[in-house]
């Protein structure tokens, strides 16, 4: 029987600072790192084929940590699908693998000039009604 996993990253850095991320490329956070950690001992037992995430280091962060709580022989690889780095990347081809391809449609919403701004900061200047609209 076949499954679609959906996971959302652990908490970044600035998750845990309420402020707006969107498309700024901001660690995990160490309650980040166990969300993962804790999330990967849960799937540990599904055999995960491929995984997709986005190009953000907060989504590859959790990837590389989840996966390294499955109970497989498979290595993760991050697959690159241009210039030398494609060319570069042939050596998984004797190991088996578990793909992790990025996908820039799979990042965050992009919230311009809101990024980095404190939500509650934001809330209270522009109204807490216009505030979930941009959430």
């Not at 999330?39 to 940590?65: C, H, M, P, W």
């Not at 200047?125 to 216009?130: F, H, S, V």
């Amino acid at each position: 029987m076949s499954h679609l996993i959906l996971i959302r990253h652990g908490q970044s850095i600035w998750n845990d600072k309420n402020l707006f991320t969107g498309w700024v490329d901001i660690p995990l956070s160490q309650k980040g790192i166990f969300e993962a950690l804790n999330a990967g001992e849960k799937l540990s037992k599904f055999n995960i084929d491929i995984v997709y995430t986005s190009k953000l280091a907060r989504a590859i962060q959790t990837a590389l940590i989840l996966l390294s709580k499955l109970d497989t022989q498979k290595t993760p690889v991050i697959i690159h699908t241009k210039g030398k780095m494609k060319k570069w990347s042939n050596y998984a081809s004797s190991i088996e693998i578990i793909p992790i391809i990025q996908k820039k449609a799979l990042n965050e919403r992009y919230y311009g000039t809101l990024q980095g701004l404190n939500k509650k900061e934001v809330g209270l200047k522009y109204g807490e009604q216009q505030l979930k609209l941009w959430r």
